[in-house]
């Protein structure tokens, strides 16, 4: 039987498979995104924080631990057709799960908010999404080798610490 990426028993070759994955990722619906999928969920994740239009979860290959993406429920590829209101909330989401990533019991000195918009800007996942990255003081190797190492952890642990922090911060009123 032919196997994907064979034609005629003819193995492709790597450039053919490159430009077949880069045709099909550019046509990513609702039904095939992961982003999609989890806010669905048809597919896990740990989450910490939602709401009617946002949802916030652990990166599954986190550059430190408390790695958190934060995401519009409705599937927007990009900032292209990202409604602007919508992309608003996600920004205030974000910045609320930075203040809790501070308040949090995880090592945090800093935080950086970080958003991929298209694949020149090494998006990987055409789900808009924002990260927030906590950062230690010198981390700047640690995080080198774990952005080119990056393994999944304890995410479920890191999630609860995230909500703790969240939680802290609803208990002093912010
Ligand atoms: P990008 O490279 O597009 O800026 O970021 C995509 C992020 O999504 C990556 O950091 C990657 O680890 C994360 N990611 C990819 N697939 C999944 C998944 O199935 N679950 C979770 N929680 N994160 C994912
Ligand atoms: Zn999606």
Redesign the pocket.
Known sequence: MRQPGERRGVPRSPIRCYLTRRRYAGAVTEVSC??C??VRGD????QVYEDDDVLA???????STG?T?IIPKRHASGLGDLEPELGGKVFQVAQRIALGLRRSSLPVDGVNL???DGRA??????HV?I?AVPRRHGDKLSIAKRVLM?RPTD?DEAAALVREGLDKLATEGR
């Open positions: 992961i982003f999928q989890i597919a896990p994740s740990s979860f652990m990166d599954i290959r986190p550059f790695h993406l970080m958003l991929a800007a090494m998006q990987t996942v055409f999404h990260h990056r995410l």
